[in-house]
């Protein structure tokens, strides 16, 4: 079977070497942004008068006829034919016949693969961003449900301060909200159409790539034909932004580990997003957690081929970059399914309130609240601080916490504390007090919530404009 290439050559390709050349069995996927820019690219072509209207109105029913088969599963590809664009072009001219043979004219491979790349990488990042909004409605929710879930907030994984689970999540939402961000600005830096670009020095045809802009609706036309069949610059920094991505996940899943397990007993997972074993029959394990945890490494290794592949390659095109499509196409897989498996996990979690508080209740976690009680009586803070230090020093050796002192103990350390002593060492109040801008207090932690949730509504809007 002849290639559509042929001509040049007087044998056939080995078999061995077609298969290792043939990236159809990956590269498919494409096929409706394959098909749709190709019909833009056609339209164009009988509009400017390059080829005839009857032959570019008989190209455009015909691609569209092909859409419609590999929608219902009717189109078998072939490795034959290495990829998607020379299946499509093979089986347009199968059926319309010399007509299909004109498509590909002022036509590269190197832009048509630079467009289809684009095309698709701009639908999965609004697919995701959808996503991220998701689980952030689900994150919002569970924050507004417990505001005053103390809990203690962590340095060095040791007990330091008193928070609560809401702002505890808002953290995450802000990370979130960054990804969000990030995957934003990457679409808007992609938003360029390459086609016309030609193998990398464009074409003498008079094509019109400002309409084949407009019709695929890009923001504007590449600025330069070797860098618009060169650039993967958008595949490495979406491969980045979704590494970032995972790594939040990666980082919460961590958090709902350590919470699931006795040692702290914070949450539990609905059974439908847990698993058991196969000896151990008390075991509910947090899989799901820890897969997620795991295929972090694989979208960081996306990120790590795309660079690795790019670092070494002169301009324009070279069949290195067909390796970009398996990295990309991994990660976003990858985080697609990640996301769509944590945000019910997540929203069906169950809080256990009670060991938080308990838990808040150890450690001394409002020691520090005890040092600005000194300080607003009029102590300097150091002289504070190593006054709480030698009250916890005290506490540790006669096996008391700093609310179970009595008033002769807080005296003989220092004659500034006064009966209102408990109230500031109460958890409500070390929580309640830090109403500043980013604090942990209800009312403040509301305020977060609600700027998240004008962002995701924001986001929506703009998405639905889009």
């Known amino acids: 079977m002849a290639k559509l290439w042929a001509g040049r050559f007087q044998k056939e390709t080995d078999l061995v070497v077609n298969d290792f050349n043939s990236s159809i069995l990956f590269d498919c996927r494409l096929y409706q942004e394959d098909i749709t820019g190709s019909i833009a690219h056609a339209t164009m072509l009988g509009k400017q008068g390059i080829i005839e209207q009857h032959e570019a109105d008989k190209i455009v029913e015909g691609l569209k006829g092909i859409l419609a088969d590999i929608d219902e599963g009717k189109v078998q590809f072939s490795l034959e034919y290495e990829d998607i664009h020379m299946n499509i072009e093979q089986l347009l001219t199968e059926r319309i016949g010399d007509a299909g043979k004109r498509l590909h004219t002022a036509r590269s491979r190197n832009d048509q693969v630079a467009l289809d790349m684009r095309m698709y990488c701009k639908k999965e990042i609004r697919e995701i961003i959808d996503l991220i909004c998701g689980f952030l409605d689900a994150l919002m929710k569970k924050s507004r449900e417990n505001l005053d879930a103390v809990m203690p907030g962590y340095t060095h994984l040791q007990r330091a301060q008193p928070t609560t689970f809401a702002h505890y999540m808002m953290a995450y939402a802000n990370m979130l909200k960054r990804d969000v961000t990030r995957l934003q600005d990457c679409l808007e830096r992609m938003d360029e159409m390459p086609l016309g670009s030609g193998a990398l020095a464009s074409t003498t045809y ?64 609905d059974d439908a997003y847990s698993t058991g074993s196969s000896i151990m029959p008390q075991k509910k394990n947090p899989d799901v957690c820890e897969l997620i945890r795991g295929k972090t490494g694989r979208v960081y290794g996306s990120l ?89 020093n005290q506490c540790i050796k006669s096996e008391e916490t700093l609310e179970t002192l009595t008033l002769k103990d807080f005296a003989a350390i ?14 409500r109040t070390c929580v309640g007090e830090r109403k500043v801008i980013g604090g942990p207090a209800p009312e403040e932690v509301t305020r977060q919530i609600d700027k998240i949730e004008r962002f995701v509504a924001e986001v929506r809007e703009q998405e639905a404009h889009a």
Request: hydrophobic share 40%; glycine share 6%; charged share 25%.
């Open 206 to 269: 008079p094509i019109d790539r400002q309409f084949v802009c407009d019709q695929l609706g890009f923001a504007r036309v590449t600025d330069n034909s070797i860098d618009g069949v060169s650039d993967r610059d958008y595949c490495v920094e979406l491969c980045s932004d979704l590494s970032i991505l995972m790594m939040h996940l990666s980082r919460l899943s961590e958090e709902i580990i350590s919470w699931c397990s006795w040692e702290f007993k914070f949450v539990e997972l």
């Open 414 to 427: 220092s004659k500034s504390f006064g009966d209102d002593v408990y109230d500031a060492l109460d958890l």
């Open 304 to 392: 790590t081929t795309m660079l690795t592949v790019l670092k070494g390659l002169p301009l324009a095109y070279n069949k290195d970059m067909q390796e970009d499509k398996e990295a990309v196409f991994g990660a976003i897989d990858t985080v697609k399914q990640c996301l769509e498996v944590f945000t019910p996990m997540f929203a069906t979690m169950t809080l256990r309130r009670d060991n938080m508080r308990r838990a808040a209740s150890g450690g001394f976690i409002n020691a520090t609240d005890c040092a600005d009680y000194l300080t607003k009586k009029g102590m300097p803070f150091r002289d504070a601080y190593k006054t709480v230090g030698r009250l916890v």
